[in-house]
């Protein structure tokens, strides 16, 4: 599985460390998104307000989420709830709530200018 999480993303970036450090069975693979150059379907313009991964499909915001944590055992406890969230579609409301609030930080700046 690819997840491409946005590396302006403080956020975004501590949750793409801490999954990495809890997935001992290396099913999951992270790219920046701001630097990934695509693949066939990949919608840059929908990956950058909900996060996007790849499995045989390309899936954004909730879905992806729920994609990481089947793919992690140690949260497999949490399925059912993950499950309800997903088919109620109380994840991807959270989810998109979250993903409003983020904040993203610019590291594009150079020393003459920076537009924060």
């Known amino acids: 599985m690819i ?28 790219e920046k998104l701001r630097d990934f ?4 379907g990949f919608d840059k313009e929908l990956a950058l307000k909900q996060m996007g991964s790849y499995t045989r499909q390309w899936n954004y915001g909730f879905e992806s989420i729920f994609q990481i ?24 409301w959270i989810y998109v709530e979250f993903a409003v609030r983020r904040k993203i930080i610019p590291l594009h700046c150079d ?6």
């Open 37 to 40: 150059d695509g693949k066939e």
């Open 3 to 30: 997840v491409l999480y946005d590396n302006w993303c403080p956020n975004c970036t501590k949750f793409s460390i801490l999954i990495g450090k809890l997935d001992w069975l290396h099913n999951i693979r992270f």
């Open 69 to 92: 944590c089947i793919r992690v055992p140690l949260f497999w406890i949490l399925f059912p709830f993950l499950y309800i969230l997903k088919v109620s579609g109380l994840g991807q």
């Open 111 to 116: 020393e003459n200018s920076c537009n924060l």
